[in-house]
């Protein structure tokens, strides 16, 4: 020991010395145990981790970077990150690390965004990037994390394509659907919705369902919809019935509704399921009509080969004797079976016009001309019976189709018009358009009017109330056909002591080439 040393300053100097030594041992094995622990979250993160310098040198990869890219550590340390980027994008990130670098514009850095990635292998994949900037002493560094997005994309394009898929099944359905929550608010609803009830999706989206019923059904309703919440006790939900509906028009008609209940996002979801019942008979009515021209076309197809040819040779003997008997007397009876072979055969060239239809010859029809036409056709006649003829045309497109044959529609609906009056009326004929490419046209008068039981078979083959030997009962049968040749409907209304509205429907030539007509309330 030294002349002057203090032991006991000596001794504490010895212990401060050594309590220094084994904090730095326990600092360093803390910051040891801290970088053990950084370095194994940087290898086990599940997104890749890439550091770079201000150079885009890469300086440090986790093994996640490795297994997106496909490259090895040692293939991507000590190379620029342009090696994980496709161009264009590769020869533009120099520019926007430089100018970053002077100006602090930020492009990805500090943002993030969904760019995309180049693997070892040259393909390219959809990436989320994110870049913050750190400090390492003076050096400024850039650590970027990677989530490779290609099965999330993949989920995302299968959600969405099955959407799609879902959504054009519910768009192109012909039954209405209708989705309503807990408090029978409307969610959702298919475009067939609109043709069933008359609102456009737009106006009952966030309106009560109660809207598409009549009463006291829409009174009831929410007391079911309770009563099940809290009872379980179910009376349409879980099976179907047959119910009444409220179009906007304020008319009610009958459908089928079977509901369902679902959960969407924990939210309670009944679906209902319309069925016009309306359009259903209308189709059960044209497959009887189609059995019966079908055996009227075999039938036909006889008539005018065994009837037909003898009835000519016996018109041309009757119009012979006709022109050459001197007796009065006999010339009216010759007159008279030239007369009624004539009607033979114009109702065996109806048969067939019914039972062949012939193909429409599509052209520009103005409606308007022919409407006009028929009316002067029958002015004289009509001014006889004491009946006022009134129009009400708008401007409308032309149609496409065959003018002679439409003209002989509306011939026909002005001749029953007429007999509907006998002691004279008002004809009106109006002309507008109807939405959705389509123009209608309807024919009323102020006569008897047609009794209920027997308005739904007016359209039936050689029905008529007219009396016999006055019509053929095939008038507006042949009529329909034609209408229908043309793409269009024909519905009527009518009232006893009231009067008659023939309603057609027919697309113009402006509208999608093939695009079906609408459906007149309550037409065939």
């Known amino acids: ?60 990869v986790n093994a996640a970077t490795t297994r997106i890219f496909g490259y090895a550590a040692e ?38 965004r969904e ?15 994110s870049v913050a900037e750190v400090r390492d002493g003076s050096r400024r560094l850039f ?44 969610r959702e609803v298919n475009p067939a919705v609109e043709a069933i009830f008359g609102y456009r999706p737009d106006e009952l989206v966030g309106e009560d369902v109660r809207i598409l019923m009549p009463p006291p059904f829409d009174r009831e309703h929410d007391g079911y919809v309770r009563r099940y919440l809290e009872t379980g006790e179910a009376r349409i939900i879980g099976s179907g019935r047959e119910v009444l509906g409220r179009r906007k028009d304020g008319s009610t008609f009958p459908h089928y509704l079977a509901v369902s209940e679902g959960f969407v996002r924990h939210e309670r979801v009944f679906t209902g399921i319309v069925s016009d019942l309306g359009r259903l008979r209308d189709a059960e009515e044209r497959a009887r009509q189609a059995e019966q021209l079908a055996a009227l076309s075999t039938i036909t197809a006889g008539i005018a080969h065994d009837v037909g040819t003898p009835m000519t040779t016996i018109l041309g003997y009757a119009e012979l004797m ?64 004491g009946i006022v003829i009134e129009r009400d045309y708008a401007i409308v497109p032309p149609v496409l189709g065959d003018r002679d044959r439409l003209e002989q529609v509306f011939l026909n609906l002005i001749v029953n018009a007429a007999d509907a009056m006998p002691q004279g009326g008002t004809l009106t004929v109006r002309l507008a358009p109807a939405g959705d490419g389509l123009i209608e046209i309807r024919v009323s008068d102020t006569g008897i009017g047609i009794a209920p039981d027997v308005l739904g078979r007016i359209f039936e083959p050689f029905y008529t109330t007219k009396e016999r030997g006055k019509g053929t009962g095939l008038g507006l049968l042949v009529g329909k056909r034609i209408i229908q040749d043309h793409g269009g409907r024909i519905a009527v209304e009518s009232e006893l002591d009231v009067g008659t509205t023939f309603r057609i429907a027919l697309p113009t030539s402006e509208s999608r080439a093939g695009r079906p007509a609408r459906r007149p309330a309550g037409g065939t």
Request: aromatic share 2%.
């Open 1 to 60: 020991m030294a002349a002057g040393d203090d032991p006991v300053a000596l001794r504490a100097e010895i212990e401060r010395l050594e309590a220094a030594l084994r904090s730095s041992k326990e600092a360093t094995a803390e910051a040891a145990a801290a970088r053990a622990r950084l370095e194994g979250i940087f290898e086990a993160a599940v997104d890749g981790i890439v550091t770079i310098d201000e150079t885009g040198t890469i300086e440090s």
């Open 75 to 112: 293939e991507l340390v000590g190379h620029n990150v342009k090696k994980l980027m496709p161009r264009p994008v590769r020869d533009e990130h120099d520019a926007h690390l430089e100018r970053y670098r002077r100006t602090g514009e930020r492009h990805i850095i500090g943002i993030g």
């Open 115 to 129: 760019v995309t990635g180049r693997r070892a292998d040259g393909s390219e994949f959809p990436l989320e990037l």
């Open 143 to 186: 650590t970027g994390t990677i989530k490779d997005t290609t099965e999330r994309r993949a989920a995302e394009k299968e959600i969405r394509e099955s959407y799609e898929r879902l959504r054009a099944i519910l768009d192109s359905a012909v039954d209405g659907i209708i989705a309503i929550d807990e408090t029978g608010t409307i």
């Open 322 to 385: 006709q022109s050459s008997l001197t007796d009065e007397k006999n010339r009216e009876r010759a007159g008279h079976i030239v007369d009624q072979v004539r009607r033979v055969t114009d109702l065996l060239r109806t048969l067939l016009n019914i039972a062949r239809p012939r193909r429409v010859e599509p052209e520009p029809v103005v409606i308007r001309d022919i409407l006009d036409h028929s009316l002067e056709f029958f002015r004289e006649k009509l001014r006889g019976r």
